[in-house]
């Protein structure tokens, strides 16, 4: 018989293991480097600093994933729906019970540590997504089935976006890499890359020239279009199309100045016109340039980042962890660190397409989707592709809650696996 509940069988995938010890090794040491002082000669096993702290979720991450390893891999399928009801009402209570931190009330206070359901909240609705898809008959291209995956992933939204957690909610979205693999129609995301298209120009480019924009473009597809294709129905599509792009860069105006909060229109700025204000809203981005940017090729060697030790760039431990390694590892170890964060992502998708069952599939693209939406948002904002929106990176970033989520999230698809390989061995 399989041996699926042995947390130490060679069923396990080994190079998933790897690239995630080499992960949180890294980024337990970067933690280290970022909060090193040449004054206090502090030690990695510092208790009283973040890498000491660091070390200790390391410690009890690896209980979590040997409770993990030793369940029953039938334990995720049949909980998922009543682990996804838990963590909606931690989000609910958080809004009631929750610490004020930074302006965001997602947080329980629980004596000196900190947790943060939000950020358990993503593996919960990924293992709804999957119970919910795993169901026979579940067709995405069906407005049913569509509108209910909708509804799970709306209901932490709407929950997480009320505690002032905007980064958290929009984490969710890397959901629709699942939902496409799933056989979620292609025009859906098409029209959510272009809604953000048209967002960013409507930000950098004057209303007149978006507008001529879009009508040559128009006038080009009806060029190329083969002439028994240029019937009334088609043109009146596409001038409906041209007339909901307008919309859209016309709300975008609206949108920044009378929906989002003072400090988000201030990130957008900043992204838009990097010299705004860069002793103000501007500084952190800034700071983080150049703290990469003094890196060059080699950086300046682990513990020698003049940026890091006067802390120059604020949160550094933590959102902008990828500062401390562009500065004293270079673009070299900057590019080692994305090369094993993009190995991680192509593992778990290669594994997860090897997967018999439905559930562990979905399961394993959303986790691939989350860390990659992480991955590609955290280290856009340090060099300044991507608004500054408050999220971590996957193992490397300081905290807790951060990364026992990561932890559980990635094991319980490890957990997935390795039942699939002990089926095979069988």
Request: charged share 10%.
């Amino acid at each position: 018989m399989p041996r699926s509940n042995d947390p130490f069988s060679q069923d396990i995938d080994l190079l998933t293991l790897v690239l995630y010890l080499g992960c949180i090794t890294m980024g337990w040491l970067n933690v280290y480097a970022a909060v090193y002082s040449p004054e206090d000669h502090t030690s990695l096993f510092d208790f009283s600093t973040n890498a000491g702290k660091q070390m200790m979720w390391i410690g009890t991450s690896a209980i979590l994933i040997i409770c993990i390893m030793v369940v029953n891999h039938k334990f995720f399928d049949s909980f998922a729906y009543l682990i996804y009801g838990f963590m909606i009402l931690l989000l609910l209570l958080v809004l009631v019970a929750g610490a004020n931190v930074k302006g965001s009330r997602s947080w329980f206070k629980i004596g000196s540590f900190l947790l943060q359901p939000a950020e358990f909240s993503k593996l919960a609705t990924a293992l709804a997504l999957a119970k919910y898809i795993d169901q026979p008959g579940i067709n995405l291209s069906k407005g049913k089935d569509l509108l209910y995956v909708c509804g799970i992933i709306a209901l932490p939204c709407v929950l997480i976006l009320a505690s002032n957690e905007t980064g958290s909610m929009l984490v969710f979205a890397s959901f629709v890499i699942m939902l496409y693999r799933e056989g979620l129609p292609g025009w859906i995301p098409a029209v959510g890359i272009s809604v953000v298209v048209l967002f960013v120009l409507a930000l950098m480019f004057p209303l007149l020239y978006i507008f001529i924009g879009v009508v040559v473009l128009l006038g080009l597809i009806v060029l190329l279009m083969p002439r028994y294709n240029r019937n009334v129905s088609n043109l009146i599509s596409l001038g409906l199309v041209g007339v909901g792009m307008m919309v859209v860069v016309v709300g975008v105006d609206f949108f920044v100045n009378n929906v989002l909060q003072k400090h988000q229109r201030n990130r957008i700025k900043v992204l838009v016109d990097p010299t705004v204000d860069p002793l103000g809203v501007g500084w952190n981005v800034t700071q983080a340039k150049i703290a990469i940017g003094s890196g060059r090729l080699h950086g300046k060697g682990f513990l020698e980042g003049t940026q890091t030790k006067f802390d120059f760039v604020p949160e550094q431990s933590t959102d902008f962890i990828f500062c401390t390694i562009g500065e004293e590892h270079g673009f070299i170890g900057s590019a080692v660190v994305i090369v094993l964060f993009l190995g991680l992502l192509a593992r778990i998708i290669v594994l997860a397409e090897k997967q018999r069952s439905r559930f562990a599939r979905v399961y394993g693209y959303c986790v691939a989707g989350v860390i990659f939406f992480h991955l590609m948002v955290n280290v856009g904002m340090t060099i300044g592709l991507m608004p500054v929106i408050g999220i971590p990176l996957p193992f490397f970033s300081y905290g807790g809650s951060s990364l026992w989520s990561f932890s559980i999230l990635l094991f319980i698809f490890i957990k997935l696996d390795a039942r699939r390989n002990a089926l095979a061995r069988w």
